[in-house]
């Protein structure tokens, strides 16, 4: 990669994220992060307690973006049809047409998303996972990019159905918002005060730009030395005592190409061992699961991860 194309991608960052702290007071990492799962081509998740920004961050990300985006409501009586589409009969020409559903979008904004039941989660497996819909026999490709940032309540589980595992593991990274800070929800409540924030945002890049910079991530150089690296994190998440289920080889590839885009916003285009730990956390924590001994003792696996990335030796430079 060029430096004229390091630039470019990481001036584009910028300006998405500049955008999105038009509405988002205090939230710098997290609006990093979504950011940076974006350029990487992942998928986000978004977990915290009612109120504290999950739809305002993702909403806001859509709209720094000309491209489409959708709003899929989850709740109990939602269909997979009505996520991916379904075919109906055309009186006209007698044939059956298919209907795309609320995923046919650049980012589709799924909203508390543990809300649906398992049989509607499901049906973003496919599009998640490869880019593509198949319905009654044909397959239908998804735009680029695609996207898909869903929302989720932890606290409240009446009425709600927990992410399987393989529907977690789709996801790139996971965040959560927190409360904000006295200062920052003051200039919350101040803005707010002179109308919807969110209509302030604007578009400031194309789905083409955003298609060519992630094409460009792909030439950023990842060392062999990295990649092992990279696999000895995975591996320590696998092997730890207080880790039931560790991180899968899809999560390899995940932290790979978010490393790539760190490297960027760094101003180089080869990746080190700390852009690999910069968002080990977020990629890591919501795909393991800790053992019943690590919950009673109140240890948490994003308290589990830190202890994985200090505890692993990092690759040095000769």
């Given at each position: 990669?060029?430096?004229?194309?390091?630039?470019?991608?990481?001036?584009?960052?910028?300006?998405?994220?500049?955008?999105?702290?038009?509405?988002?007071?205090?939230?710098?990492?997290?609006?990093?992060?979504?950011?940076?799962?974006?350029?990487?081509?992942?998928?986000?998740?978004?977990?915290?307690?009612?109120?504290?920004?999950?739809?305002?961050?993702?909403?806001?990300?859509?709209?720094?973006?000309?491209?489409?985006?959708?709003?899929?409501?989850?709740?109990?009586?939602?269909?997979?049809?009505?996520?991916?589409?379904?075919?109906?009969?055309?009186?006209?020409?007698?044939?059956?047409?298919?209907?795309?559903?609320?995923?046919?979008?650049?980012?589709?904004?799924?909203?508390?998303?543990?809300?649906?039941?398992?049989?509607?989660?499901?049906?973003?497996?496919?599009?998640?996972?490869?880019?593509?819909?198949?319905?009654?026999?044909?397959?239908?490709?998804?735009?680029?990019?695609?996207?898909?940032?869903?929302?989720?309540?932890?606290?409240?589980?009446?009425?709600?159905?927990?992410?399987?595992?393989?529907?977690?593991?789709?996801?790139?990274?996971?965040?959560?918002?927190?409360?904000?800070?006295?200062?920052?929800e003051s200039k919350m409540l101040m803005a707010q005060a002179t109308g919807d924030?969110?209509?302030?945002?604007?578009?400031?890049?194309?789905?083409?730009?955003?298609?060519?910079?992630?094409?460009?991530?792909?030439?950023?150089?990842?060392?062999?030395?990295?990649?092992?690296?990279?696999?000895?994190?995975?591996?320590?998440?696998?092997?730890?005592?207080?880790?039931?289920?560790?991180?899968?080889?899809?999560?390899?590839?995940?932290?790979?190409?978010?490393?790539?885009?760190?490297?960027?916003?760094?101003?180089?285009?080869?990746?080190?061992?700390?852009?690999?730990?910069?968002?080990?956390?977020?990629?890591?924590?919501?795909?393991?699961?800790?053992t019943v001994e690590a919950q009673v003792a109140g240890r948490r696996p994003e308290?589990?991860?830190?202890?994985?990335?200090?505890?692993?030796?990092?690759p040095t430079r000769g």
């Amino acid at each position: 990669m060029t430096t004229t194309n390091i630039g470019e991608v990481a001036q584009l960052a910028n300006q998405i994220s500049a955008e999105m702290a038009r509405v988002i007071e205090g939230k710098s990492r997290q609006i990093r992060t979504a950011v940076t799962v974006l350029l990487a081509g992942g998928h986000l998740l978004i977990e915290d307690v009612p109120g504290v920004g999950k739809t305002v961050l993702a909403k806001s990300l859509g709209r720094s973006i000309a491209g489409d985006v959708k709003r899929i409501q989850f709740t109990p009586d939602l269909l997979p049809a009505d996520v991916t589409g379904v075919s109906v009969f055309n009186q006209s020409t007698r044939e059956f047409e298919f209907k795309p559903g609320g995923i046919f979008a650049n980012i589709v904004l799924g909203d508390e998303i543990n809300r649906a039941s398992p049989k509607t989660q499901s049906a973003l497996l496919e599009a998640m996972a490869e880019r593509q819909v198949s319905a009654d026999g044909k397959t239908y490709h998804l735009n680029r990019p695609f996207m898909v940032i869903a929302t989720q309540n932890p606290i409240e589980m009446e009425g709600t159905y927990p992410l399987p595992e393989a529907q977690r593991d789709r996801f790139m990274a996971r965040i959560r918002m927190g409360y904000p800070a006295a200062e920052s929800e003051s200039k919350m409540l101040m803005a707010q005060a002179t109308g919807d924030q969110l209509a302030k945002v604007n578009a400031v890049t194309t789905v083409n730009a955003l298609s060519s910079a992630t094409e460009a991530l792909t030439e950023v150089y990842v060392a062999p030395v990295i990649a092992d690296y990279i696999v000895s994190l995975v591996n320590a998440t696998r092997q730890h005592t207080d880790l039931r289920l560790g991180a899968s080889p899809r999560a390899s590839l995940h932290l790979m190409q978010v490393s790539r885009v760190e490297a960027v916003l760094a101003g180089r285009d080869y990746v080190i061992p700390e852009d690999v730990q910069a968002l080990a956390e977020e990629v890591f924590s919501h795909r393991v699961l800790t053992t019943v001994e690590a919950q009673v003792a109140g240890r948490r696996p994003e308290d589990i991860i830190r202890g994985v990335v200090s505890s692993t030796p990092a690759p040095t430079r000769g």
